[in-house]
Nanobody, 124 residues
Framework: QVQLVESGGGSVQPGGSLTLSCLIS???????MAWFRQVPGKPREGVAQ?????????YYSASVKGRFTISRNNDKNTVDLQMNSLKPEDTAMYYC?????????????????WGLGTQVTVSS
């Protein structure tokens, strides 16, 4: 059974940095992986996606492009999200997703497996 466990969330001041990590169990490296985020009352938003294998193909939402970097380490079975220049509007629960089934990369329904999330709060 595929399991995803997120870690690394916390509170940070605007302009600060955090690195989220997703530990993947029982999933092949052929899975595309992604990070989403959600605030109460709003749909889950795609943040970044990374392709299978060496992860050469990456997509980012317009709101985080240039500030966030997604990466994967297949030896450690992790997918990380390095977040720099954080803004208050980045405050959300961040989720790791696995097994992209096609269509738009930032569509929540396109992923089969999900973690339980890690909270990121950006506030002064």
């Amino acid at each position: 059974q595929v399991q995803l466990v997120e870690s690394g969330g916390g509170s940070v001041q605007p302009g600060g940095s955090l690195t989220l990590s997703c530990l993947i169990s029982n999933a092949p490296t052929t899975y595309y992986m992604a990070w989403f985020r959600q605030v109460p009352g709003k749909p889950r938003e795609g943040v970044a996606q990374i392709s299978s294998g060496n992860g050469f193909i990456k997509y980012y939402s317009a709101s985080v492009k240039g500030r966030f970097t997604i990466s994967r380490n297949n030896d450690k079975n992790t997918v990380d999200l390095q977040m720099n220049s954080l803004k208050p509007e980045d405050t959300a629960m961040y989720y790791c997703a696995a097994h992209f089934t096609g269509g738009a990369w930032d569509r929540e329904a396109a992923y089969t497996y999900w973690g339980l999330g890690t909270q990121v709060t950006v506030s002064s």
